[in-house]
């Protein structure tokens, strides 16, 4: 590989938690005092994680400080996303609809208890061009323009549920996709992406 050649290697991660509190009335101490003011908490706890990781081949060209480059790349994505439930009323033979805050969280009688929305995948590849200018010898400033063709493909999705069936406290899981382990669900598409940069060269 000449001076004129590079291999560029990238990865990322972004994994986050989030837990939304949502203020409701304690039906236990409402059933005991109509006027009562007490309060519970709903709690919606979000977890996601998205990966990148990426790989291009690339031939520079230029003259001093400006440079111009262009190759190929493929990258390849994963993102999931999972909700978890928890309410301050609990559902019982006393209480089959207790109160809920977390918007969203009924479905018809059935009270939502964890989501998992399946993983989303994409594999791409296809054309790099960009320009780079060093205002410093090893800190340049840049654009880069992608057409890529992306293949895309997601998993299962599905939702737990509680509810009262008249008996006890039944739970139940809903597949969004049912009996599919993956969608048969497929997008091509050509995009033209671009960029503006700031890279430190080592």
């Keep these: 590989m000449d001076n004129t050649t590079a291999v560029r290697l990238s990865f990322s991660v972004n994994s ?6 949502y203020s409701v009335q304690d039906d236990a101490a409402v059933a005991a005092d109509p006027l009562s003011q007490e309060e519970v908490y709903d709690e919606r706890l979000t977890k996601r994680a998205d990966f990148d990781f990426g790989l291009s081949y690339l031939k520079y060209r ?4 400006l440079q111009g480059y262009y190759g190929v790349g493929i990258h390849y994505y994963y993102n999931r996303t999972k909700n978890t439930y928890s309410y301050g009323n609990p559902m019982s033979e006393m209480n089959p609809t207790p109160s809920t805050a977390v918007p969203g969280a009924y479905s018809g009688t059935s009270r939502i208890l964890f989501q998992d929305n399946g993983i989303d995948q ?3 590849g296809g054309l790099i061009a960009g320009i780079e200018y060093f205002f410093l010898p090893k800190i340049s400033i840049g654009g880069e323009v992608n057409l890529s063709y992306w293949h895309t493909w ?5 939702t737990e549920y509680e509810m009262w069936n008249g008996d006890e406290v039944y739970e139940y899981t809903d597949p969004i996709n049912p009996g599919n382990v993956y969608r048969d669900l497929y997008t091509y598409q050509f995009d033209f992406v671009g960029s503006l940069y700031l890279m430190f060269h080592f």
């Design 16 to 21: 986050y938690t989030n837990i939304n509190n």
């Design 122 to 124: 994409s594999l791409t």
């Design 154 to 158: 997601n998993s299962q999705s599905e």
């Design 62 to 65: 230029g003259y001093g400080r």
